[in-house]
């Protein structure tokens, strides 16, 4: 069944897999539990010798991103448990005032919870109340959203010495006063505002220094990561993660060995990618930085190093000193990507026995579908297993510490299906580290795209360098057709995994409707926590995996939950509303699908008892179309357009689930000044960015033509006149 079928049928599927849910999976048949007392968590610690969980120390708080500097995101808080979550009920809601996707992990220190929101806004809150303290908005331009390769989206601050630090979406790093959300320093971390840079990220701050990287490699940048002084701002150091122009001298001398791995005479043209948008973990034991080094720019190596190389440090987890920026050592987990396969997924630090042995390692489980135990000492290989379905590559050989490739990955020759596709086995969704149990619960997806060399690049043997477009030198312009005329489409799905990094065993498994969820947290008091595409808010057994408590929020969720004291409660808080990456992907029925996209900030505690507003069904009535006829060839070379231009904010199939308007539903009143919205930047401030400098007025035209076309067969599928939408205007590519 091709994606677009499978898609409408979906709709059918997931409401019936809902319902059952509903009626199944909260039923309470709790195991055998420990009880909950302040004594059972520190001894559910003893396992951590050494280390500084907040949590464990008595605050309570959520002090850093990862909860704690080795990122596990592990609670040892148990009040919440598996005897007691069922008593778990909502402590107070506060609206976030946005419909577009949130994905920041609030840090709680000393009862006030700081977070961001969509647009880089900041928030102070009273943990206890959701009452606003202060509101921090750095202004970001509307027109930047056009900069973003996936909406306009925080992964939240860093927290450190009455200091609240946050990268915006135009680039900056700002230091706020932790107690009025003042401004005290502000830095341009860009290093070419012309191109299409942006910070995503939540910085992390250590030993003095603030670290912050970027994003944008889809338009076409070099990758950096860089060091500014927490009192003043002032900049440190900067890491170039792939070379620029070989005929200027070296940023940094790493450059030097990274260049003689890239072939042809293009790449720093296109900026090489190697973005650092992610993961940055600071390591107390070591004083080591670690970087999770993103994709390759274009994503094709056939374009971006013609005649191979491995393209050090695309897809790389490396290691440098945080005072110096000097690489101690890297680990690359996809030499010469092609599929998009970023390492920048979250990274955590723990003490592991491994084949007898205790030792530092370091855990990630990158897009490419093998999760890595490194040593996090030397950066030497120990575990490679795959953690979901991969067809890209065989195996990681353990000799040489490389993927082992299978040539049928290979989509030089003809439109190939890879798994992972291009949102990854596992994308920015924390995972949570239970070093307890050897395990990680890690939110997966098994959600492959096909792959094909650009159009333009066969035909021309270039592509279009325009800084405005996506450049990943695949075939997004036939993307859709492509789909459809694949017999041989896999099914998409989420799978939440207790999976145990050395062995590569799924000790138990969640399968879920939607790939696209949220991240995870686990506790001390047997629970696995996410919020998922259906809008379910869930604990988990830590143990079997069994559903013990859930909450419908009619809203999809992407943030991962976090877990703070205060007096005594354990609270439980997570952002909602849906979107991010999964922009192009968009369209099937999930919550915000059915319900609309709500950014609201939820807190839990047991006995809680307040309720969100009463949901209410998002009105799809696609409405009427005006003059849609127009020549077949027009609407395919609209569709094109489209898919290249559009169809990374508003949805491949011009299908939106999310914040972003769907444009099937645009009403006859906006439909006449479509040309003036997307030429003009009618609504610049909402985010819909001019394209005057990219689009001609008679491409909007067709662009315009083939929305209509696409609205009308959707509307005739809604209202029985079709069965489905056929999308035959393109016969040859
Ligand atoms: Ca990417």
């Not at 919440?80 to 920041?104: C, P, S």
């Not at 027109?143 to 860093?158: K, Q």
């Not at 603030?210 to 927490?230: K, L, P, S």
Request: charged residues 20%; hydrophobic residues 40%.
């Amino acid at each position: 069944m091709s994606e677009y079928v499978r898609i409408i049928a979906l709709a059918s599927f997931t409401a019936l897999g809902f319902a059952l849910c509903l009626l199944g999976c909260g039923r309470d048949s709790v195991p055998e539990t420990s009880a909950a007392t302040t004594g059972e968590v520190a001894k559910a610690d003893t396992y951590q010798a050494g280390k500084v969980h907040s949590n464990d120390a008595g605050s309570g708080d959520w002090p850093s991103h990862g909860l704690t500097s080795d990122e596990q995101r592990f609670s040892s808080l148990s009040q919440i448990n598996r005897d007691t979550v069922k008593e778990l009920g909502l402590a107070w809601f506060r609206d976030m005032e946005t419909n577009r996707a949130q994905e920041a992990t609030p840090i709680v220190v000393h009862g006030v919870m700081y977070l961001t929101s969509s647009w880089s806004r900041v928030y102070a809150i009273e943990a206890l109340t959701g009452e606003l303290i202060w509101r921090f908005d750095p202004k970001v331009p509307g027109a930047w959203a056009r900069r973003l390769c996936c909406d306009v989206v925080n992964r939240g601050v860093a927290v450190d010495d009455e200091r609240v630090y946050v990268g915006t979406l135009d680039g900056r790093l700002i230091a706020l006063d932790a107690a009025s959300g003042s401004v005290v320093w502000e830095q341009d971390t860009l290093v070419d505002r012309d191109r299409f840079y942006s910070i995503t990220g939540a910085p992390r701050v250590a030993n003095g220094k603030v670290f912050i990287g970027n994003g944008g490699a889809e338009f076409g940048v070099r990758g950096y990561v860089t060091a500014y002084e927490a009192e003043t701002g002032a900049q440190i150091w900067r890491f170039f993660t792939v070379p620029g122009d070989p005929s200027l001298p070296f940023e940094n001398p790493e450059l030097k060995m990274a260049v003689e791995t890239w072939k042809g005479d293009e790449w720093w043209k296109f900026g090489g990618g190697g973005t650092v948008w992610n993961s940055i973990v600071y390591d107390q034991e070591l004083n080591q930085l670690y970087i999770g080094v993103g994709n390759g720019s274009p994503w094709s190596r056939e374009i971006r190093s013609p005649g191979g190389g491995d393209n050090l440090f695309l897809s790389s987890i490396v290691a440098l000193d945080p005072d110096t920026g000097v690489m101690k050592w890297y680990y690359q987990t996809t030499p010469g990507d092609n599929w998009d396969y970023t390492a920048v997924q979250d990274i955590a630090l723990a003490d592991m026995v491994v084949d007898g042995v205790l030792r530092k390692v370091l855990l990630q489980a990158p897009k490419n579908g093998f999760f890595y135990v490194l040593d996090r000492t030397d950066g030497k290989l120990l575990r490679a297993h795959p953690y979901t379905a991969v067809t890209w590559a065989s195996h990681v050989d353990m000799e040489t510490g490389r993927p082992v490739e299978n040539p049928g990955s290979d989509y030089r020759e003809k439109p190939t299906w890879v798994l992972p596709g291009s949102t990854g086995g596992h994308n920015w969704q924390a995972m949570s580290t239970d070093v307890a149990a050897g395990l990680v619960y890690l939110p997966t997806m098994e959600n492959s795209l096909i792959f094909a060399l650009s159009d333009e690049w066969i035909q021309t043997g270039s592509i279009d360098s325009r800084v405005a477009r996506w450049k990943p030198g695949v075939e997004l312009g036939r993307l859709a057709q492509l789909i459809l005329e694949s017999p041989d489409a896999p099914e998409s799905v989420g799978v939440l995994k207790a999976f145990d990094p050395l062995t590569g065993e799924t000790k138990w498994s969640v399968k879920q409707d939607y790939y696209w969820n949220g991240g995870v947290l686990a506790t001390a008091g047997g629970l696995v926590f996410q919020g998922d595409a259906q809008g379910m808010l869930s604990a988990y057994d830590k143990e079997h995996g069994e559903v013990l408590w859930q909450f419908n929020t009619y809203t999809s969720i992407l943030a991962p939950p976090i877990t703070f004291m205060v007096d005594d409660i354990q609270y439980v808080s997570i952002l909602t509303g849906g979107g991010g990456a999964d922009l192009w992907g968009s369209g099937s029925p999930t919550a915000s699908y059915k319900y609309g996209n709500h950014g609201f900030l939820l807190t839990f505690q047991l006995g809680g008892s307040e309720q969100l507003p009463a949901p209410t069904l998002v009105d799809r009535t696609i409405p009427e179309q005006i003059d849609v006829a127009g020549p077949m060839e027009h609407i395919a070379e609209g569709e094109k357009l489209y898919n290249n231009f559009c169809a990374a904010c508003h949805g491949l199939f011009v299908q939106a689930s999310s914040g972003i308007r769907d444009l099937r539903l645009t009403s006859p009143e906006r439909q006449l000044i479509f040309k003036n919205i997307v030429l003009e930047g009618l609504f610049a401030s909402a985010g819909m960015a001019a394209f005057n400098d990219v689009l001609s007025a008679e491409e909007v035209r067709k662009i315009h033509q083939f929305v209509r076309a696409r609205a009308t067969e959707d509307r005739n599928v809604a209202q029985g006149r079709k069965k489905e939408a056929q999308m035959t205007w393109i016969t040859t590519p």
